[in-house]
């Protein structure tokens, strides 16, 4: 028959050597994580997307106003026309 600090004892020793087998087994699926090379293909591929990503972004943020103005500059004239003729009562084209 066991004495009650014997009992709490191989409790105790139950719990901490199951903990250590699962922290062994946690440290060994990380070390697997870490060696393993299969993923690593498409986080290269991502991370180059990323990159093109924000190289389009900035090439877009850069042109973006002077193209905003060159369009605004071309299509003026075509609008007054439209605006113009409108007005007069004529058809409305935006080619005469």
Same mark, same amino acid.
């Given at each position: ?33 870490? %060696?393993?090379?299969?993923? +690593? *293909?498409?986080? #290269? ?8 990503? /924000? ?19 071309? %299509?003026?004239?075509?609008? +007054? *026309?439209?605006? #113009? ?8 084209? /935006?080619?005469?």
């Amino acid at each position: 028959m066991k004495l009650s600090w014997q009992k709490t004892f191989s409790s105790c020793y139950t719990l901490i050597m199951k903990n250590i087998y699962n922290f062994r087994q946690i440290k060994y699926k990380f070390y697997q994580f870490l %060696l393993d090379e299969r993923g +690593s *293909t498409a986080l #290269e591929y991502g991370l180059m997307l990323a990159g093109f990503s /924000l190289a389009i972004a900035g090439a877009t943020s850069l042109i973006g106003n002077e193209l905003s103005t060159t369009i605004h500059d071309g %299509l003026s004239p075509l609008l +007054s *026309t439209q605006i #113009e003729s409108s007005e007069g009562g004529t058809s409305g084209h /935006l080619l005469r």
